[in-house]
Nanobody, 111 residues
Framework: QVRVVESGGGLVQPGGSLRLSCAASGITVSVTYVAWHRQAPGKEREFVAGITGRGSTSYADSVKGRFSISRDDAKNTVSLQMNGLKPEDTAVYYC?????WGQGTQVTVSS
């Protein structure tokens, strides 16, 4: 019943921008907590950004000032706008919606 699907990943050059989308089915994002996490090869999965049902946002120190999380209630989606991308941002990005993980989308920042 519950399904979380990420999209928007791809290849981008350092300094470029990319927008990821998290589409939720069986969950209303406007009344729950949604977060983006990422996992680079050989590293632990780490928190990136989160947004509450009331619209309060939080960010990892490593992405503050570069990434922004937002919600589109009409589409029941949560987006992650990533600007000023760095090679160290390369990872699989996962959406967590009401404790449900998506399958992830690959983001590669090449030099």
């Amino acid at each position: 019943q519950v399904r979380v699907v990420e999209s928007g990943g791809g290849l981008v050059q350092p300094g470029g921008s990319l927008r990821l989308s998290c589409a939720a089915s069986g969950i209303t994002v406007s009344v729950t907590y949604v977060a983006w996490h990422r996992q680079a090869p050989g590293k632990e999965r780490e928190f990136v950004a989160g947004i509450t049902g009331r619209g309060s946002t939080s960010y990892a120190d490593s992405v503050k000032g570069r990434f922004s999380i937002s919600r589109d209630d009409a589409k029941n989606t949560v987006s992650l706008q990533m600007n000023g991308l760095k090679p160290e941002d390369t990872a699989v990005y996962y959406c967590l919606a009401a404790a449900n993980w998506g399958q992830g989308t690959q983001v590669t920042v090449s030099s």
